[in-house]
């Protein structure tokens, strides 16, 4: 056997299969395949020390319980992210929907102070809520005197002022609240 032989077998077998046969007979004769097997046996010997020397002292329960513990605490961050989205499109759709597309814009309201002649405020205040059945109209008393602030859309305060002009007008009615039943001013 010639020397690359051996060493080729040396790189691919185990040291303990190349002392018997012929690798055995050319390891007694040649001092430089002799070194080499040596040193390869000693480099496979702290190897093995080394990696034996490399256990973890860190227990595999308490790797598991960190784990989980880690795996809860993102579960729990993502649900937290999640609830802070849907704050943050809520606050806005908010904010587009006051400023961006108005809902009802100021421009179509109209406010008119009206003084009833011989109701009182409240009255007044009852007969335009019986009379006046949009949703957008309304109506302030102002405590102490005698002034109704109504405020709504053109039309409603046209029908708001029609109506007091009909029942709270001492030439034309007597003052007096329509009977329930009774036909609404044209």
Same mark, same amino acid.
């Given at each position: 056997m010639r020397c690359e032989e051996y060493? /080729?077998?040396?790189?691919?077998?185990? =040291?303990?299969?190349?002392?018997?046969g012929r690798a055995g007979d050319h390891l007694g004769t040649c001092p430089d395949c002799n070194r080499?097997?040596?040193? =390869?046996?000693? !480099?496979?010997?702290?190897? =093995?020390?080394?990696?034996?020397?490399?256990?973890?002292?860190? /227990?595999?329960?308490?790797?598991a319980r960190t784990t989980f513990a880690l795996a809860r605490? !993102?579960? !729990?961050? !993502?649900? $937290?992210?999640?609830?802070?989205?849907l704050l943050?499109?809520?606050?806005?759709?908010?904010?587009?929907?006051?400023?961006?597309?108005p809902i009802h814009a100021n421009g179509d309201r109209v406010t008119a102070t009206l003084r009833p002649q011989c109701l009182s405020p409240t009255a007044a205040a009852d007969l335009l809520r019986q009379q006046e059945s949009s949703g957008l109209m309304r109506i302030v008393i102002h405590p102490g005197s005698t002034l109704l602030t109504v405020s709504g859309s053109a039309t409603d305060l046209v029908r708001a002022r029609a109506v007091?002009?009909? $029942?709270?007008?001492?030439?034309?009615?007597?003052?007096?609240?329509? /009977?329930?039943?009774?036909?609404?001013?044209?």
């Open positions: 060493l /080729q077998l040396l790189s691919t077998l185990p =040291v303990e299969e190349l002392v018997d080499a097997t040596k040193v =390869v046996v000693e !480099r496979e010997r702290n190897m =093995v020390m080394v990696l034996a020397g490399m256990s973890s002292h860190v /227990q595999p329960m308490d790797t605490h !993102r579960t !729990r961050s !993502r649900w $937290y992210i999640g609830g802070l989205l943050l499109l809520a606050f806005g759709s908010i904010v587009v929907g006051r400023t961006v597309i007091l002009a009909r $029942y709270d007008n001492p030439t034309a009615s007597t003052c007096v609240l329509p /009977q329930p039943g009774s036909p609404k001013p044209p």
